[in-house]
């Protein structure tokens, strides 16, 4: 071959990495510059580059809204697991690839501002207090549904030989499903953790709805902080640590669910 | 998995047709074969201004100038969040309408600029008026009194000349005359802490999520109580919920914590339509919105409402608009505060949102046009001018607020603290946990008694 064609080629070159220059321009403006911006206002106070953000934000009660915070994320989280579990199983038992699946993706498709507003009339209608118990129904119904749908993926994609294989040895139900199912749904179940406790600990929606502001999670915190008291920084550093909680809870994912094959799941 | 990711793709291109749907239904704006096209960017409260006031504004702006003016309104709920995002938000915003003490703080912040500048009028282009002309002149001396020495960076500064005022009221509190008795308001503040027990109103009330009035509501309760820390004892109401002291600060968040226990939650703008529909009793309400609400609820549900300011002690307040120093558009900034404050446009917005209107009620009772419109909204005149709630008479121990200055981050930590209190989700987690044991418990005896049995029945 020779040298000429061989510039040709450098110079069209329109093959299928072309199309993702877009998105990563996209992504260099959208996602990485706001987080270096957050990063650069995390270390400024009063122009100064200083740590008293961090301690700003140690000394007040946002430590104890943090906490608050993951302890909804982690009860969302499980109640969503309780619940989505068997209901991914039995969808995939009985109405594998049917219009039932729809049914439970259909709710995400209603703006869910308005959900939340729907729920909160109704609870208003049975006379329930607003307050925690309603915050924690409003965040396990509106996560739900990224709960069910990795769960429902993996589970399909488990290999019916394997469950026969157990049967056949002699494992009874209970038996088969803790040691065939979810062994081999845990990619889907991690995936599902994720995209529900992430989420839950940030929102802020949900709780100022469901609760008439009485609940104050570490979404609202950082909310106030850059709507309402203009202090960036501290909000920064807020933003900071949510970022380190992804980053960890990844992290964690990762190391668990790295025995396992990869995620089929669509997220 | 197949149908599956054909929904995916489905549901794709539903959302592309809708954005492409909503993108090439914009800008449908006749053009009338105008030349220049200006913009205007007008920044107000929630609930705060007749709609197709701006559109007629637009329309003679345009005609007077021969230009398409386009007004861009934008809204927020309390005037920390403007100040945040007119200090830090970058937005291009021509105009805003804090209240005075935001007012103060913008000058402050060298933000707003003073229109009463003749180069700023010259500039503009336009011939330059006495924009207070109509206001009712309580207002001034209000404002004199209380910002009269304004000292910024080392000049004196005259607040009166920043802003042109637009609305103003007082705060108190709204409530529902059918559940609230006559005990509850014999409480005074006493009634946003259901200091009556009255059963009815336990978790019926609500409070301003909103530092400033909030914490004049805590003030005024410790003073009805007689708790106020010795080092603020003796003060006026005007200096009482404007003083920062520490040990003041300590008690009013201690009393508002209080509060937590009997209170159904914190809004800003809501509040007053959960009173209107009935799911809440008493709520700590601007007079304006109050006004609004008492005519809603009772044309919508036959309920009366009512609106008191306790003992006569609280707050009264002045909103205005003031001209952004960075502001792309003062001659239609300028032609629009004029045009704000004509009686027939003053007499139309505070008959859609209820407030006061900053220009004198003298002028406005006076101007035919204002009668007229008053009677087609079907209002008597002589009782709209002389509603309490509307136009209060006894102003003497109302106080006017002034900036925190620099310790207005400690004030909004406070109220952070006040709200991330008492609500802990342990209790709830505790459940769940014992839930989650028990039912693992169950699950394991199952397992146990069954694995017991199959081997038995193998033997």
């Not at chain 1, 650069?40 to 961090?54: M, P, Q, R």
């Not at chain 1, 990224?146 to 993996?154: E, V």
Request: net charge negative.
């Amino acid at each position: 071959m020779s040298f000429a064609t061989k510039t040709c080629r450098t110079r069209i070159k329109l093959n299928r990495k072309v199309f993702g220059y877009p998105y990563i321009l996209f992504l260099t403006i959208f996602v990485v510059l706001p987080l270096v911006l957050i990063l650069v206002n995390a270390f400024i106070a009063d122009g100064k580059l200083t740590l008293h953000n961090f301690v700003a934000f140690v000394q007040s009660s946002n430590m104890k809204v943090l906490l608050n915070s993951l302890i909804v994320g982690v009860v969302t989280t499980v109640c969503c697991l309780l619940i989505g579990y068997p209901v991914a199983f039995l969808l995939n038992k009985y109405y594998r690839n049917s219009v039932m699946v729809l049914m439970f993706i259909l709710p995400m498709w209603v703006n869910f501002l308005i959900r939340t507003l729907a729920t909160r009339q109704i609870f208003e209608w049975m006379g329930v207090k607003l307050g925690m118990g309603t915050v924690l129904v409003g965040m396990i119904y509106n996560y739900l549904p990224f709960m069910i749908l990795p769960l429902y993926n993996s589970i399909s994609g488990i290999d019916k030989s394997y469950i026969e294989a157990a049967q056949d040895l002699g494992a009874d139900n209970l038996t088969v499903l803790l040691k065939a199912y979810i062994p081999l749904s845990l990619s889907g179940i991690i995936s599902g953790i994720t995209m529900v406790f992430i989420p839950t600990i940030s929102t802020f929606a949900i709780s100022e709805l469901l609760s008439d502001r009485q609940i104050y999670l570490f979404g609202d915190s950082i909310n106030d902080m850059f709507m309402k008291s203009s202090s960036y920084g501290v909000g920064s550093v807020m933003s900071l640590v949510m970022l380190a909680l992804v980053l960890i809870s990844n992290f964690l994912m990762n190391k668990f669910g790295d025995k396992e094959e990869e995620s089929k799941g669509v997220w | 998995m197949n149908k599956f990711r054909i929904i995916v793709v489905l549901i794709l291109l539903a959302l592309t047709a809708t954005l492409l749907v909503a993108c090439a239904s914009k800008d449908d704006t006749e053009s009338k074969g105008r030349t220049g096209g200006e913009k205007l960017y007008v920044y107000n409260w929630y609930d705060y201004i007749d709609e197709d006031i701006l559109d007629e504004f637009a329309e003679e702006y345009g005609d007077k100038y021969d230009v398409n003016l386009e007004i861009i309104y934008s809204k927020y709920d309390t005037n920390e969040v403007m100040l945040t995002q007119v200090d830090k938000g970058g937005a291009s915003i021509d105009l805003v309408c804090p209240s005075e003490y935001a007012i103060e703080k913008l000058i402050n912040l060298n933000l707003i600029t003073n229109i009463t500048d003749d180069a700023l009028w010259a500039q503009a282009g336009i011939e330059k008026s006495d924009l207070w002309q109509n206001i009712d002149p309580t207002i001034g001396n209000a404002i004199d009194e209380v910002f009269g020495q304004l000292n910024v960076n080392g000049t004196e500064i005259d607040l009166t000349e920043y802003f042109i005022p637009y609305m103003w009221g007082t705060l108190g509190i709204l409530y529902n005359t059918d559940v609230v008795k006559e005990s509850d308001l014999d409480t005074g503040w006493g009634l946003l802490w259901n200091a009556g027990n009255n059963p009815e109103l336990n978790g019926g009330i609500y409070m301003k999520d909103s530092i400033r009035d909030s914490y004049v509501a805590g003030v005024l309760r410790l003073k009805e109580l007689g708790k106020l820390p010795e080092s603020v004892k003796g003060l006026s109401v005007q200096e009482l919920i404007n003083s920062h002291d520490d040990e003041l600060v300590a008690a009013v968040k201690a009393v508002l914590l209080e509060q937590k226990s009997v209170i159904k939650g914190y809004e800003v703008d809501l509040d007053k339509e959960y009173l209107i529909n009935g799911t809440a009793y008493a709520c700590l309400a601007w007079s304006g919105d109050a006004v609004w609400a008492i005519e809603e609820a009772y044309a919508d549900y036959n309920r009366v409402l009512d609106y008191y300011i306790p003992n006569n002690e609280g707050n009264v307040w002045f909103d205005g608009w003031a001209l952004l120093k960075s502001s792309q558009n003062v001659r239609a900034s300028l032609e629009f505060m004029s045009f704000m404050n004509r009686p027939e446009n003053a007499i139309r917005n505070s008959i859609e949102i209820g407030y006061t209107s900053a220009v004198d009620g003298n002028i406005l009772s006076g101007d035919a046009q204002v009668i007229e419109i008053l009677e087609e909204n079907e209002y008597d005149s002589e009782e709209f001018f002389s509603y309490e709630v509307r136009y209060p008479s006894n102003l003497t121990n109302l106080g006017v607020m002034q900036d925190f200055g620099s310790s207005t981050d400690r004030m909004v930590a406070m109220w952070a603290d006040v709200k991330a209190s008492g609500n802990s989700a342990w209790e709830i987690a505790l459940i769940i946990v014992g839930a989650v044991a028990l039912a693992g418990v169950v699950i394991c005896v199952i397992y146990f008694v069954k694995g017991k049995g199959k081997r038995r029945v193998k033997k």
